[in-house]
């Protein structure tokens, strides 16, 4: 079974600037979460979908983050304008099962690093 | 809200010795706990995990068992290996409510031949 997938693996940019990053999900995995993990911290989580609806995004920096995932697959998440602050890895998680499944899969993450 | 608290690190240990990661949470629910690991330059994995009080999750020579009257989750090895070293976070999972994920801060294990 493929893992999550995530890309791109590695993002430098100016500050100011747009950026976004993509995530597909474990196949049938109808749960996907994105979570913020800056150097030294546990992550945290900035969005959750059930297929192609918005569960949580109570964290979400909506002044500059946004995130979608149409057809209840692929996820993207964009930052614009970037801040210095943003700098950390984005990581994407997917849960699949019924309502007593709790484990989720994690992708190898995209670095961010905002100069 | 809920949270979790690990020991500080980073933990040193020479090979073979024993291990223990202290971690303690603080939920109004009955979560299900977590150890997930994570490698230098890689995601993070499970490790293994606990539904409710007084289970014990086993993996890979790694054990914890969830502890509801001291509210902790320790994470514990009789003998480690250098191929052991990476961060370890503890986590819980709000399983009342959305299921996110609420992590520690982590550990970094050294382990040294």
């Known amino acids: 079974e493929a893992g999550v997938a995530q890309s791109p693996r590695y993002k430098i940019i100016e500050k100011r600037q747009s950026v976004a990053f993509w995530c597909n999900p474990i196949?049938?995995?109808?749960?996907l979460y994105w979570y913020q993990q800056i150097l030294g911290q546990g992550p945290k989580l900035l969005i959750q979908?059930?297929?192609?609806?918005?569960?949580?995004d109570s964290q979400l920096p909506k002044d500059r983050f946004s995130a979608e995932r149409l057809k209840g697959v692929d996820s993207t998440l964009k930052i614009q304008p970037a801040k210095l602050e943003d700098s950390a890895v984005y990581l994407c998680?997917?849960?699949?099962?019924?309502?007593?499944?709790?484990?989720?899969?994690f992708g190898p993450g995209t670095r961010l690093t905002v100069l | 809200g809920d949270s979790v608290t690990q020991m500080e690190g980073p933990v040193t240990l020479s090979e073979e010795a024993f291990l223990t990661i202290n971690c303690t949470y603080t939920?109004?629910?009955?979560?299900?706990l977590f150890w997930y690991v994570q490698y230098p330059g890689e995601g993070l994995q499970l490790l293994l995990k606990a539904t409710k009080a007084d289970d014990k999750g086993s993996n890979k020579g790694f054990e914890a068992t969830y502890r509801k009257e001291t509210t902790s989750f320790h994470l514990e090895k009789g003998s480690v290996q250098v191929s052991d070293s990476a961060v370890y976070f503890c986590a819980l999972s709000d399983r009342g409510n959305t299921g996110k994920l609420i992590f520690g801060q982590g550990t970094t294990l050294q382990v040294k031949p």
């Open positions: 196949s049938g995995h109808a749960t």
């Open positions: 979908f059930q297929n192609n609806g918005v569960v949580d």
């Open positions: 939920a109004t629910g009955y979560p299900s």
């Open positions: 998680a997917s849960k699949g099962g019924g309502a007593f499944t709790d484990t989720q899969y």
